[in-house]
């Protein structure tokens, strides 16, 4: 069946450190990608998303490109702060409507 | 506009009770879904109900249901009640099914004793 893998966490950085959060994914057809970011006490939200292969969503200094040569969706910053502190989950949409997530990947960026 | 409003916050609840957990959607959503987070699964799709009807399931038990009501607002109950049922429930709305982006309600931790 359709799944989604992501980087075990936690992770620690120091602020302004390169941030990269590895997510692949398992499914038939071509599903839409997506970041979801959980802020401490806050429900999910959108962080960005890609469509179709090679398409590159971003938001916030976030990137992520949807390569499906590799089903990978790997997230990346190039320089994060305390207030990035948060986890963030992978997921996709399948062909079949249903979203699936992955376990998450907590951040915690120290000063 | 406010958001994606869960109640209650928190519940505890015994082996074997049951519980409803309430869900009212963004004004205008029509799409409602439900996910169990638990530490070591992540957000798993417990169902989805769009104009009041169920239009997906997740592979959940049956001891998992939900509905919705003509106004949106949908419930989820979970009956005979067990350990592994602690988790954080998640209702999530969009205006369409399963519509990009999802608007997460904050959740109802529930524990189970």
């Known amino acids: 069946g359709d799944s989604v893998t992501q980087m075990e966490g936690p992770v620690t950085l120091s602020e302004e450190a390169f941030l990269t959060i590895n997510c692949t994914y398992t499914?038939?057809?071509?599903?839409?990608l997506f970041w979801y970011v959980q802020y401490p006490g806050e429900g999910l939200q959108l962080l960005l998303k890609a469509t179709k292969a090679d398409d590159k969503g971003s938001n916030k200094g976030f990137e992520a490109t949807y390569r499906k040569e590799t089903t990978s969706f790997h997230l990346e910053k190039g320089s994060v702060q305390v207030s990035d502190s948060a986890v963030y989950f992978c997921a996709l949409l399948n062909t079949g409507n249903q979203f699936y997530f992955g376990t998450g990947t907590s951040l915690t960026v120290i000063p | 506009k406010a958001g994606v409003t869960q109640t209650p916050r928190y519940l505890i609840k015994t082996r074997g009770q049951q519980v409803t957990l309430s869900c009212s959607p963004i004004?205008?959503?029509?799409?409602v879904s439900w996910y169990q987070q638990t530490p070591g699964q992540g957000l798993q799709f417990l169902f989805e109900y769009f104009s009041e009807t169920q239009r997906n399931k997740g592979n959940f038990p049956g001891r998992f249901s939900g509905r919705q009501f003509s106004n949106s607002r949908s419930e989820m109950n979970v009956s005979t009640l067990e350990l592994g049922d602690s988790a954080l429930y998640l209702c999530a709305s969009s205006p369409a099914p399963m519509d990009s982006p999802l608007h997460f309600g904050n959740g109802t931790r529930l524990t189970v004793t």
């Open positions: 004004s205008g959503h029509r799409s």
């Open positions: 499914a038939t057809g071509y599903p839409s």
